[in-house]
């Protein structure tokens, strides 16, 4: 057995998804095995979890006494599993058709103890995006991020490895993180550690209410787990200084210096007095000042405030950038003679209200925070330049699959701007280029999916956030090779492109041109015709086969055809009794309104205008 998927179970509305995406794998079913963990969910639903096991033969049902939590179902399926790897999958996500076969072959290729393979979340295009930048057959190599992060446990693990060091998960009542807890375990014996980024996965499904979206409404226990999140880190790893140095950096970096925010003190003053010393608790044992060095200037004020024990100070600097954010809009995009399209977008940010960024231009160039001077005064003064940070923003466009959610970053080139006069605000912005080639864009891999949204990543002062990239462009047309490809604005006004007509057509997209038609008159037969397209990049030769349709007569036979440098021309023969009619295409299996009008004269020669 290669592969054991234990999923924790209780009371589940569906396990669809769930089976679905198994019975979708490449691997063939009898090498890998399902183990539903139930956690006590009663009779009724218990029942049904005995039919589904049932009906498969690679499937088996734990019956379990409820705990409450997913930490003692996952031990129990770890004990259970008879596969060389175990997967520790939620019952709520799917695994994409090659992800098991994929994984476990580079597993096995590289002896790897533990192997991550690319993970997208429904909720968050930037999810995971750093992390699975390229393969890497041995992950600590890496200098900038421990190599089991994202600390989830959708990885596969190497069964003998877990009993043999005796690694489980905690368990009890309501365990936050616990998917960190038994990640730092793992770390603690050193494992072998694969990142398999070039073939989809695993989807992290998040919609509705589950347990993890609860983590944050109780302040005092956020901040007491997160606290025993450092400890554990320190008890487990503190022999290991370079794996122990990734970890506490990124627990303090990315997940309690940003949740030290607007938000923490948009809480009653009650509920924040326990928090408060929590964090001074943590930041006095378990984060040494050295390592605010390695943090933007915005989040080492905090820090300095908050090992201060200036509250109401760092409540009004937090307030400053409230819910920054960075917003993309296209400047150009065209498809290029090689059929790639370039994307050319400038980044600005925002802070609550729409507002601009609290920044200063000085008298010598450079940029400050512009702070009141309550708190310039108790803020050092290499807290309140932050020129490097500035210099450091960055912005690179990605492209999702509308159907699978599976995001690839674009190869970007970023430049910043800072604009403002001396003395008075300062506007950063970020120009990116990017280019999206089909062929190569999933990390040399081709696009196989219709349909791709682009969006923009834009980074400063330590926040990261990927939003839909907005564009007022009309659409942009190409043919390689003959095969169609649009960019274009979708409804709610972002870049999106089709490749193969799935939602855009070509004609549709590029539209006719019917003032320049022209015409060649038959005394007896079909009059001949040929309309321009509008603007459509040609790579190659190309002849679409189709139709048009005078409505309501019956479809006529027509091609489009393409030479690069020629454009592309509509052609076909039309016969059809004197009048106007309104002109459809049919290619690709669907109809588009032209928006041309054919006007056949009692001598039965055609004339073309717009509708």
Known sequence: ?????????????????????????????????????????????????????????????????????????????????????????????????????AAYAYAREHDADVLAGKETRTDQTKWGLDVYD?????????????????????????????????????EGRRVLWEDVFFNVDVAAHGPRVAVLADVPFYHWVR??????????????????????????????????????????????????????????FAQPPRRRTAAQETVGRI???????????????????????????????????????AELAGVS???????????????VATARWTVRGGG??????????????????YLREVLPPELHDVTDDVRAAASSLAVRS????????????????????????????????????????????????????????????????????????PARVALVEGETRVAYKTGSGMLAVDLGQSTRSLVG?????????????????ADAYEIPLGEVAVVGRARLDGGVVLQPLETAPATITAEPGGGAVLRGRLAARPGRYRMLARFGGRDVDTKAIVTVGRDGRLTFDHA
């Open 509 to 525: 997209s590029a539209g006719l041109r019917p003032k320049q038609a022209s015409t060649r008159h038959r005394r007896l037969g």
């Open 207 to 264: 919609g509705g209410r589950t347990a993890s979206t609860s983590y944050g409404e109780d302040l005092e226990e956020f901040w007491t787990w997160l606290e025993r999140i450092f400890v554990h880190v320190d008890a487990r790893l503190a022999r290991d200084p370079r794996q122990h140095e990734q970890m506490r950096r990124y627990q303090y970096s990315r997940r309690m210096m940003p949740s030290l925010g607007a938000g923490f």
């Open 402 to 473: 509308r159907q699978t959610g599976v995001t690839w970053e674009l190869p970007t080139t970023s430049e910043v701007s800072v604009d403002g006069e001396a003395g008075g605000p300062a506007e950063v912005t970020v120009r990116a280029v990017a280019t999206l080639d089909p062929a190569t864009a999933a990390l040399g891999r081709p696009l196989t999916d219709p349909v791709w949204e682009l969006s923009a990543r834009n980074e400063i002062f330590g926040v990261l956030n990927q939003r839909g990239l907005r564009t007022s462009r």
């Open 1 to 101: 057995m290669k592969v054991s998927v234990v999923v924790p179970t209780y009371r589940p509305d569906h396990l669809d998804r769930v089976l679905d995406s198994l019975d979708a794998q490449t691997m063939a079913s009898g090498e890998y095995e399902l183990v539903l963990a139930d956690d006590g969910s009663g009779e009724e639903h218990v029942a049904r979890l005995r039919g589904i096991a049932g009906a498969r033969e690679n499937t088996r049902l734990l019956e379990l006494e409820h705990t409450g939590w997913p930490g003692h179902p996952r031990n129990a399926g770890l004990e259970a599993a008879r596969g060389e790897y175990v997967l520790f999958m939620d019952h709520d996500d799917e695994l994409y058709p090659e992800g098991l076969a």
């Open 134 to 170: 390229r393969n890497y057959p041995d992950a600590s190599v890496r200098d900038d991020l421990h190599p089991l992060l994202p600390t989830n446990p959708h990885k596969l693990y190497r069964r003998d490895f877990l009993l043999e060091h005796g690694v489980r998960f905690p």
């Open 356 to 373: 601009p960024l609290p920044l200063l231009l000085t008298d010598d160039g450079r940029v400050e925070l512009d702070l009141p001077p």
């Open 329 to 343: 809009t296209v400047d150009d995009v065209s498809w290029d003679s090689s059929g790639h399209l370039r994307i």
């Open 283 to 321: 930041l006095t044992n378990h984060v040494p000042a050295e390592l605010d060095d390695a943090l933007p200037v915005r989040l080492r004020a905090r820090a300095h405030l908050a090992r201060a024990g200036e509250w109401e100070l760092l409540a009004e600097l937090c307030a400053l950038d």
